[in-house]
């Protein structure tokens, strides 16, 4: 079985900093997705098993980066904030070969972490 762990979410003012972290039982393909209310799951970073490739949602690049340590735990650094970015984040591992976008391609799930960004 995977185990996640999440921790980070806060609120911050627009234009601000937070840093997710996802403490993983295992060394996997991770991504972190996002839902606000009345939304969809919606993919936001990708990063493989080894760390070595990244993948971003247009809305989110050049502000948010998806990185990994030599143990288990996968970051979300999130920079210059906006009140489109509030959301619950959730990390999940993808199992299979590709780092895809599809929330149904990831087998298991954090608990969701809330990000709040007021204007």
């Known amino acids: 079985q995977v185990q996640l762990v999440e921790s980070g979410g806060g609120l911050v003012q627009a234009g601000g900093s937070l840093r997710l972290s996802c403490a993983a039982s295992?060394?996997?393909?991770m991504g972190w997705f996002r839902q606000a209310p009345g939304k969809e799951r919606e993919f936001v970073a990708g990063?493989?098993?080894?760390?070595?490739?990244t993948y971003y949602t247009n809305s989110v690049k050049g502000r948010f980066t998806i990185a990994r340590d030599n143990s288990n735990t996968v970051y979300l650094q999130m920079n210059s904030l906006k009140p489109e970015d509030t959301a619950v984040y959730y990390c999940?591992?993808?199992?299979?070969?590709?780092?895809?976008?599809?929330?149904?391609?990831?087998?298991?799930w954090g608990q969701g972490t809330q990000v709040t960004v007021s204007s």
């Open positions: 295992g060394r996997y393909a």
């Open positions: 999940a591992v993808q199992l299979g070969p590709r780092l895809g976008i599809r929330a149904s391609e990831y087998a298991y």
């Open positions: 990063i493989n098993w080894t760390g070595d490739s």
